[in-house]
């Protein structure tokens, strides 16, 4: 079907206020991202999969600016031994950064990796090109195409730390794209860390192959900046017997879009996507998760929880495919919003899709109220309103919080979560 | 220590009348019981008391210590002295049995003016307590209340109110689902509780519970309302008899 002319116009606009970087190995990748991104445009607010976030926002040619945030609270994982990476308003700072050397790990950045042949090039774009079927994903063809940082990270084998990636935004009109690749060789192993609200406007895109028996973590806070707006993606593909476990915290945020793209190709393999995420006000938060199931025997989780309150809005759009031949499939997905006035709304979509005839695929998704017993219960103990609905609040997220492996990094989660709580007690 | 006047309480959603004038007064160092046929009230006497929503008081008073209960937060009452022993105590996930015990000594500690407890204090004294009461680490390190056994979850009331030292404490039902063995541990921990500056309030069914924890003064209820207070011996009487006979005399 042909594109509404509104439609590219409205691509075409933006188009022109951006340059394709044009160098060496990527340049193949950028040019059919262009393509693709043509053929389907830019999301607009009557598209299917746009339907409970506008994107009009995330699109517009210019990005809104974005008052900096003036904290002087610690940053999250800044206690960790780990390996910095720092993006200030989307570009890569070497002063800032540690020095990309860690044993076990080869990693460079994408500004500079500008020859003509390069390993990432079997990578770049293409886990993007294959998450757009059976659903469009126009920002992320429009991040492969001009994107102009980023980081290419090559696991080979156990890194001893984990590679902390840090957003730091510091102009108000920042408007930022970068494209991460992460391939984790057979048995390899590794955590990535992001953290920081990076700019103004932000679109990101990360491809993570994971080979056969080797693991990904990812633990991410997208920063606490109100006005900033992001759109990111996530696209992964598992092989056999491989592990792959996300989890994203998100609070505040006047327009999140998180999409999260995984396919499992290899038979026996874990998947993972988690969230915990706090609005309060003027906040839109989006999860959306794709993940599909080509192989036997694997297993996926969804659990995402959202406290929303004054008029927040939270938004789940998740699905679990199984193709045909994919037995033995347990998928679980939950989506859950906590409702702390009337004001506030969670919009969800929970999706199942199902070939094969011997899986086990669980789903749901609830919206409520603190619970009025446990409130009591506490209270009776002698803990005030406002911290028993805090730590019922915090008991709410837990299931999320949980997906993370390492209790060190949960622990720093749940400190952030209760901060966060603590400076809206009434 | 307890006094409760005339006190008249219906349901808010529902024009219905549950306590249609119940007077008690608990003294300190004593234990009262109060047993009584489901529905008679029990229950909602120890519920107003504690500050639950969702129940009014029409007419009468109660206060503790002098000071009106009815007029604070549930929150300011425990801080005052007033503990509940729920009879169905609630899970609570992600809430780590711990951490709730201490931010609870802790708030009450400083709702009172009091200097908080410190971590290393506070892990004593619950270990102390939770010794006696055969509660081990891995109850204490779970959240609250989540796989407890009925026993359990009964046991761990009492350790919340052996840490929290209130000056009246309320048990309601607090025999339903136990078996014996279970019972007697918890009537044990109640019992090393009891001293002078303390009241108790046993809410029950059955007499058996009064063998454990032995009563000052029995009081049976019916209808929203004491309609018999006695000694020890009216709670044999109801384990021999039933409340029928009892009823039927003061009706």
Same mark, same amino acid.
């Given at each position: 079907m042909a594109l509404a002319q509104v439609k590219i116009d409205a691509t075409e606009e933006r188009l022109n206020t951006l340059d394709m970087p044009q160098e060496g190995w990527s340049t193949a990748a950028r040019k059919d991202a262009l393509m693709r991104l043509r053929s389907m445009g830019l999301p607009s607010r009557r598209d299917e999969y746009w339907k409970y976030t506008r994107p009009d926002t995330l699109v517009q040619p210019k990005a809104l600016d974005a008052a900096v945030l003036q904290t002087d609270e610690v940053p999250v994982f800044d206690a960790l031994e780990r390996l910095k990476i720092v993006f200030v308003d989307g570009v890569f700072s070497a002063d800032e950064s540690d020095d990309l050397v860690l044993e076990g790990v080869a990693i460079e950045r994408l500004a500079d990796a500008t020859a003509d042949i390069h390993w990432a090039k079997g990578l770049y774009g293409v886990l993007e090109n294959k998450g757009q !079927? *059976? /659903? =469009?994903?126009p920002l992320a063809a429009l991040n492969t195409a001009y994107a102009t940082d980023g980081v290419l990270i090559h696991v080979t084998g156990k890194p001893s730390k984990p590679i902390s990636m840090i957003y730091r935004h510091i102009s108000e009109s920042s408007d930022a794209i970068l494209h991460h690749i992460v391939k984790i060789d057979k048995g390899a192993e590794v955590t990535i860390l992001e953290n920081g609200p990076a700019a103004a406007r932000f679109n990101k895109c990360m491809e993570i192959d994971v080979a056969d028996t080797a693991t990904f973590h990812h633990v991410r806070a997208q920063g606490r900046d109100h006005e900033r707006r992001a759109a990111t993606h996530v696209f992964a593909r598992l092989g056999t017997e491989s592990t792959f476990k996300s989890f994203t915290l998100t609070a505040n945020g006047v327009m999140t879009r998180n999409e999260c793209v995984i396919e499992l190709? #290899?038979? &026996?393999a874990h998947a993972t996507v988690a969230g915990a995420a706090l609005g309060d006000g003027d906040f839109h938060h989006d999860d959306t998760v794709f993940i599909t199931h080509d192989a036997v025997n694997c297993e996926s989780r969804q659990v995402f929880k959202k406290v929303l309150r004054n008029g927040a809005t939270g938004v789940f759009q998740g699905k679990i495919l199984v193709k045909a031949g994919a037995q033995k499939t347990d998928g679980y997905q939950i989506s859950q919003s906590l409702l702390l006035d009337e004001d506030s709304q969670f919009l969800a979509k929970p999706e199942l899709e199902i070939y094969a005839d011997d899986v086990a695929c669980s789903h749901g998704s609830t919206s409520g109220a603190i619970d009025e017993e446990a409130l009591f219960y506490l209270r009776s103990r002698g803990v005030p309103v406002g911290e028993a609905t805090d730590m019922l609040t915090l008991s709410f997220l837990a299931e999320a919080v949980e997906e993370i492996e390492d209790g060190a990094l949960a622990e720093e989660i749940n400190e952030r979560l209760a901060a966060w709580l603590a400076r809206r007690r009434d | 220590m307890l006094n409760i006047k005339n006190l008249h309480v219906s349901l808010e959603e529902e &024009?219905?009348?549950? @306590?249609k004038g119940v007077d008690l007064t608990v003294e300190a160092g004593k234990v009262h019981a109060i047993m009584g046929p489901n529905g008679s009230g029990k229950s909602t006497l120890s519920y107003v008391l504690s500050g639950k929503e969702g129940? =009014? /008081?029409t007419e009468g008073s109660a206060d503790l210590l002098g000071e009106d209960l009815l007029e604070i937060d549930p929150e300011e009452r425990a801080a005052l002295g007033l503990f509940l022993a729920f009879q169905y105590p609630v899970e609570i996930p992600g809430v780590g049995n711990m951490t709730f015990l201490r931010t609870a000594v802790n708030s009450q500690r400083k709702a009172r003016g009091e200097d908080e407890m410190s971590a290393s204090e506070f892990l004593k004294a619950v270990r102390e307590r939770a010794k006696s009461l055969k509660i081990d680490a891995d109850m204490l390190k779970r *959240? /609250? !209340? /989540? #796989?407890?056994?009925g026993g359990e979850k009964k046991r761990n009331e009492i350790l919340q109110m052996a840490m929290l030292e209130p000056k009246m404490c309320i048990l309601d =039902?607090? &025999?339903? #689902? @136990?078996d014996v063995d279970a019972m007697k541990l918890v009537a044990e921990g109640v019992n090393a509780l009891r001293n002078e500056g303390r009241g108790f309030l046993v809410i029950t069914h059955y007499q058996r519970l009064l063998d454990h924890i032995k009563p000052d003064v029995v009081h049976i209820m019916a209808n929203g309302r004491i309609v018999k207070t006695g000694g020890p011996e009216l709670a044999l009487e109801v384990e021999q008899n039933g409340y029928a006979d009892i009823l039927a005399e003061v009706a």
């Open positions: !079927n *059976p /659903v =469009e994903r190709t #290899g038979d &026996d | &024009d219905k009348q549950i @306590l129940y =009014e /008081v *959240p /609250v !209340n /989540v #796989g407890f056994s =039902e607090t &025999d339903s #689902g @136990l």
